[in-house]
């Protein structure tokens, strides 16, 4: 009887200590997650969100999306966290958001680049071709097929943040005439489109950022553009930019987004996104696993946090960390 009494009094203490031990999420309904659909947004939002359900106990769900519509969103609460924010893609847009109140920039993630690119075989071809300013010279070898007399140029993905730079830059050296502007539909087409032109060691001439699959996986050449000045780059960024005028990309901080009313009501989970970095190198590393295995980006998010502990790991508190580690 005694001994009894003495087991139920010890299993007791053992739930108590159990349910003090599971985490319990700081908000009751699930954290929402803008959907961008380029490689490393994907990536990265899958791995916070199965830290943020395993370590933190909580809720999560993707809301597809795509770079100013996920800014819009962010700002009315219908979005708690945009995981990965280009700056200089929406630097008007966003600096406008931060200063209503409403829009938290937190972790820095990695500083990213922008460029305009050509294949090494074309600039090999064409060894005069050296600057953006040079296309109209070069039109007839980077022919559009579905406007003959022009040349093609790749530019980003329709409602991308990044279309805004690419078309008024596209305008400021002058392509109107010689060149089409080719918005691919999605960040995929694009990606389809130069994979496949590659292949056949066509010419082509396009916009692309990095870190990013494509990029590690191709011989490329940048075409030069004139110095980065930072008045003329932030009007490329602005939809209405009046005059623009030729400037190259700087370097791009990209940094996670929360809402400031979500940020204020998880402040632990503020603390998660605020410490979050990926070293450049791990972040190649893990796009370029995306590309030779050709995993969706939840595999690839669990293959991040099983190889990457030490990188992930200096973002939470041992007993999150564990709880992550044991969930792998």
């Avoid at 001994?3 to 599971?22: D, K, M």
């Avoid at 960040?187 to 990095?210: C, E, H, M, N, P």
């Avoid at 370097?251 to 503020?270: D, I, M, S």
Wanted: net charge negative; with cysteine.
């Amino acid at each position: 009887m005694l001994a009894g009494a003495v087991l139920l009094a010890l299993s007791g203490i053992a739930g108590t200590a159990q349910a003090q031990s599971a985490p319990e999420c700081e908000v009751s309904r699930p954290v929402n997650f803008g959907g961008m659909n380029w490689e490393s947004n994907l990536v990265l939002v899958d791995v916070q969100r199965f830290i943020l359900e395993q370590g933190y106990g909580c809720k999560t769900d993707v809301l597809p999306t795509e770079t100013l519509p996920a800014l819009a969103a962010l700002e009315r609460g219908d979005l708690d966290v945009n995981t990965e924010i280009w700056l200089n893609s929406v630097a008007e847009p966003w600096t406008k958001a931060e200063s209503g109140g409403k829009v938290k920039r937190v972790g820095e993630l990695y500083m990213g680049g922008e460029a305009w690119y050509i294949p090494r075989y074309t600039a090999e071809r064409y060894p005069e071709l050296k600057s953006a300013a040079d296309l109209p010279k070069f039109k007839d070898k980077f022919a559009d097929p579905e406007e003959p007399g022009k040349g093609r140029f790749y530019g980003c993905p329709a409602g991308w943040g990044c279309e805004v730079v690419s078309s008024n830059l596209y305008r400021a050296l002058g392509l109107e005439d010689s060149f089409t502007l080719y918005s691919p539909g999605t960040g995929a087409a694009q990606k389809a489109a130069l994979t496949s032109a590659y292949k056949r060691k066509q010419d082509i001439v396009f916009y692309y950022w990095s870190p990013t699959p494509l990029v590690g996986a191709m011989d490329l050449v940048e075409l030069e553009l004139p110095p980065y000045d930072k008045a003329k780059h932030e009007c490329l960024t602005a939809p209405k930019c009046a005059n623009p005028e030729p400037s190259a990309y700087p370097e791009n901080p990209v940094f996670t987004g929360l809402n400031v009313a979500f940020a204020e009501k998880a402040p632990v989970l503020t603390e998660f996104f605020t410490k979050m970095s990926v070293p450049l190198p791990v972040m190649n590393a893990t796009l370029a696993h995306l590309e030779e295995t050709g995993d969706d980006a939840g595999d690839v998010a669990q293959w991040f946090l099983k190889n990457h502990g030490d990188v992930w790991k200096q973002w939470v508190p041992e007993d999150v960390a564990t709880r992550v580690q044991a969930a792998l």
